[in-house]
C-alpha cells in the first residue's frame, strides 16, 4: 500500500493522493482496472507498477478477511473459546 502511494504521489497518472487509497474501496479498483495505454516509457512503466500495486492490495485484502474469518472459526472451536 505505502510503495502504491509512494508511485502515485511521484508520477502524474490522474489519480490525487491527498488522502490514502481505501484498500478495498473504488481507488484500488480504479487503479487495477486500468488498461496499458501508449504512453511515453516511463509514465508507462509507472502505470504498469500501479497496476500490479493495485491488483496485490486487492489480493492482500481478500486474504486478510479470509484469515481473519478462520481465525475466529478456530478460536470459537478452540477450548479457549469461553474466556474471550
Not at 489519480?15 to 488498461?35: K, L, S
Request: aromatic share 4%; charged share 20%.
Amino acid at each position: 500500500m505505502n510503495a502504491l502511494k509512494a508511485t502515485l504521489r511521484v508520477s502524474d497518472l490522474g489519480i490525487g493522493v491527498r488522502h490514502p487509497p481505501d484498500t478495498q474501496g473504488a481507488d484500488i479498483a480504479f487503479i487495477a482496472g486500468w488498461r496499458t495505454r501508449s504512453d511515453e516509457l516511463p509514465v508507462a512503466v509507472v502505470r504498469q507498477e500501479a497496476i500490479r500495486l493495485a491488483g496485490r492490495t486487492r489480493s492482500l485484502a481478500a486474504e486478510t478477511t479470509l484469515y481473519k474469518t478462520h481465525i475466529f472459526a478456530l478460536i470459537k472451536a478452540s477450548q479457549a473459546s469461553p474466556l474471550i
